[in-house]
Every structure is written in structure tokens, then in C-alpha cells.
């Protein structure tokens, strides 16, 4: 298993646990054990007590927002100054990148169109490890730019079903140092 496969698996069986256990915790908060038991809940206290958690909410979420929004568009975070610019064209069911050769280090600036229909532009090392993907769309330049460490061999592949010669649609590229 690669370290990002495990990463995955740890952390999504980290929030199934305590999902499960938050389950457990409400089920056992409104099954009463007691028979006959008499109903004495405060409902006026409690119903006052929500009111700080809705403001605790709307708080969170309000700077969640604000402390990525500068992050928007996602992919787009590098400064632009120094960036190798690369044009993607794609098309049923091919790939152009140029330029063919990218230089290692340095961010990439992808602008990618397509001739025709959708298409999903996925980028993989040579350990087959998905490095980061973007929709590329008709009538449309989607960007992104990534930076990347290591000189050798990369290769698209298309990850959006585009035609009945989608899974042919691969294509290289190299990074040199
Ligand atoms: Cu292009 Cu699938």
C-alpha cells in the first residue's frame, strides 16, 4: 500500500469510529431504561441553551470561510511571477501539452482547453501515484498550477468518460531538472 492509500485508510477509519461512537451516544441519550418513567425535562432551558451553540456555528463556518477564501481559485496559489507556462490542448482522444519538456522546481501554469466535450486532465508520476486532476472543459481555459520536485517521466490520463476511446486518451510528459 503507497503512503497515500494509508494516510486514506487511517483517516477515514478514524472518522468511522467516531462516527460510530457518536451514533451509540444519541441512541443511548433517547432510549429510556426506566419503566414509567416521568418526563421532567426543562424544554425551555434547554431550547435556551441552543442558542449559543447556533452562534458557536455560524462563527466557525463564518471564519472557516474567510481563511480559505484567499485560496480560491484552488490550484491557483502560486505567484505568478517565475512560472513556466504549458498549453493543454485535448481532444477525442489525445493530449497536446506544450511544451513537451517542463523544468522541475519551478511552478507550472497549465492552461488547458478542449476541441470537443469534456475531459478530466490527471496527472500521474511514474509510481502511478495521482499528483492532482482538473476538468477541462469546450469554449472554456481551466488553469492550475502545480510544482513539480522531481525530474522523470509523467503521465495524463483522462478521468472523465469522454468516448468510446476514452481509456486510449494517455499521453506524457518529462521534467527536467
Ligand atoms: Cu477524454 Cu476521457
Redesign the pocket.
Known sequence: MNPTALTITIAYSAVVLVAAVAILIVWRSTHSFERNRKDTTNTHRLAEGEKPWFFFAVAALALLLLSTLTFIPYGDNAKAEGQQAVAVE?Q??AWTVTPSTIRAGVPVRFALTSKD?N??FAVYNDRNILLFQIQVLPDHTSHIVYTFKEPGRYQVV??????VN?HK?VGTFRVEE
Open positions: 485535448s477525442q482522444f466535450v475531459h478530466g483522462c478521468l472523465e468518460f469522454c468516448g476514452h486518451m
